[in-house]
């Protein structure tokens, strides 16, 4: 299938043919790796170390890197590094020959060995026809996309002060051309909010002339902010951009790629990634998944995702766009167990012909929610108009998602998850073409928020505040009668404390480790913010 699932525009790439081959070499171990328990810096972001902690997720053994005792031992074999994995443990390697081959598989610590890139039999892609551009009749402050959003109540959700502030979001996808100059990403760009790129496609050095822009029409349905023209789903998130796919071809090394950019995408703390990629078949038809494999636990890609989802992560993955050909399933990552499988609808809400089925092998419900991947309102440099693809449904959803968790962040990311699918359209009737249905994302914020005493929307400060035992809580207005009330992520009081005074100090060591609200209010005032239990 195509990799990029998306029919539109595409520029013509430099045909870059291969006359190497590339191997995943998977270890048995961890021995010699240079990272430890207790020092987890060395290998994770602050902020990755806080999503864990906050959802009272173990740092484990796919945390640490892999041995670079093994790493160097095969590359002294005359491989080139490519890749590393340390949630799979192993590496991709590419080197011109297979005479060393058999040498890898003596090393006592190879596990498992596999090809994924071979260059015969190559040929560049062509270039994709272009979809018919249609204008959209309603022109209001979400511009064209207004139909898209508000078909999941998505624009009460942003009323209500939930646009994705604070939450980042990975989006890893084939090449992001001029994303860098659109004009609908200039308060991304001038606010700071493009935290960084990543390219583990090829050795391309200029990111962003990279002449695909796939990626860079997937970014605008969640990042858009334009007034007028187009805003996105989730127009206030932060954003990482990261390059996994060589578009000419289709080869197994892809999915590698596709490892190493949602592990990096953990380690510098993005919460939520959005793929709108799959894999079943590839240049070299032996390395082709069957349906049988799409049981979320074989393909390297539905491994990763599941793990992703194990260190707090979302993963958004496009269903695919094989709906209405002889083979008419999902694809690789989208059969993983924990994450949001997507398929594309209409503007009215009916499925899109070409969007792909479910179930997934093992008879679980695929796609997981819908939304609307016809007549979808994209960004790029050719300017705001319409395209299809469930390409371009699955950032919909990413964004809308990130938007929920920003409403709920007393939520882990499977409940956050659970939700989406709970208050959809067919959550009590899911099929195999829309699976749970349609999300309302204002229903789902609404009916579950904290009532009882203090809302998560109520925080007003900024900052978190972090404790293990005694937690000192200051009032600056000096005199005043004084209540502090702390509440559980489930909005249930776990205590209150009254006093005359300036501070207090109150002794919490008892409390489980996670993320609590305290509220701080006089006769004057009141406050509301985060506490993280260590």
Not at 11 to 25: E, H, K, R, V
Not at 185 to 207: E, I, M, Y
Not at 442 to 450: H, M, P
Request: proline share 3%; hydrophobic share 35%.
């Amino acid at each position: 299938m195509k990799k990029l699932l998306l029919i539109s525009v595409f520029f013509a790439l430099a045909d870059q043919s291969f006359a190497q081959y590339a191997c995943w070499i998977q270890f048995k171990d961890k021995h010699g790796t240079t990272g430890t328990f207790s020092q987890p810096t060395s290998y994770l972001s602050e902020k990755a170390i806080y999503r864990r902690a906050k959802q009272q997720i173990q740092i484990d053994s796919t945390d640490l890197p892999v041995s670079q005792l093994y790493v160097s031992q095969v590359l002294a074999k005359g491989a080139t590094l490519k890749n590393l994995s340390k949630w799979l443990n192993g590496i991709t390697v590419t080197m011109n020959d297979t005479s060393a081959l058999a040498e890898f598989r003596s090393l006592p610590f190879v596990k498992r060995l596999e090809l994924t890139l071979v260059p015969s039999g190559y040929t560049a892609s062509k270039i994709s026809k272009a979809a018919k551009i249609t204008k959209a009749t309603i022109d209001t402050t979400y511009g064209d996309a207004y139909a898209q959003i508000d078909i999941h109540n998505g624009r009460k959700l942003h009323s209500a002060g939930y646009r994705g502030k604070d939450m980042v979001i990975g989006v890893l996808d084939g090449g992001f051309y001029k994303a860098d100059e659109i004009s609908v990403f200039d308060s991304l760009r001038q606010q700071s909010r493009l935290l960084g790129v990543k390219n583990f496609a090829d050795n391309s050095t200029d990111f962003f002339s990279i002449s695909e822009m796939h990626g860079t029409s997937v970014l605008s349905t969640m990042a858009a902010n334009l007034p007028g023209k187009m805003i996105g789903t989730a127009p206030d998130a932060s954003y990482w951009l990261i390059r996994t796919e060589y578009s000419p071809t289709e080869y197994l090394v892809e999915v590698d790629n596709w490892v190493a950019g949602i592990e990096f995408a953990d380690s510098v703390g993005v919460d939520i990634i959005n793929s709108s990629l799959g894999y079943t078949e590839f240049n070299y038809s032996g390395m082709n998944y069957s349906y049988q494999t799409l049981d979320g636990k074989t393909s390297r890609a539905s491994i990763a995702a599941n793990l992703a989802a194990r260190k707090g992560m979302i993963v958004v993955n496009a269903a695919g766009n094989d709906g209405n050909k002889s083979w008419h399933y999902i694809s690789a990552p989208s059969d993983a167990d924990s994450i949001l499988c997507v398929g594309a609808i209409d503007l009215n809400g009916n499925h899109a012909n070409f969007s792909s089925y479910g179930p997934s092998s093992d008879g679980r419900i695929k796609p997981d929610v819908s939304a609307v991947g016809y007549q979808t309102t994209i960004a790029n440099q050719y300017g705001v108009y319409q395209s299809y693809g469930t390409s371009f449904a699955s950032p919909i959803i990413a964004g809308l998602a990130a938007c929920a968790w920003q409403s709920l962040p007393h939520l882990n990311n499977i409940e956050i998850i659970n939700l989406m699918k709970r208050y959809s359209s067919l959550y009590q009737s899911p099929n195999d073409s829309l699976g749970y249905g349609i999300p309302n994302v204002y229903a789902l914020y609404d009916e579950n928020r904290i009532y009882t005493g203090v809302s998560s929307n109520a925080v007003s400060e900024n900052t978190t505040a972090y404790f293990s035992g005694e937690f000192l809580i200051i009032n600056q207005f000096e005199g005043e009668n004084s209540t502090a009330g702390l509440y559980g992520i489930a909005g249930q009081k776990l205590g209150e404390w009254k006093w005359n005074g300036s501070a207090n100090t109150t002794n919490w060591s008892s409390l489980p480790r996670g993320t609590y609200l305290l509220s701080v209010a006089t006769h004057s005032t009141k406050r509301v913010m985060k506490v993280l239990k260590k």
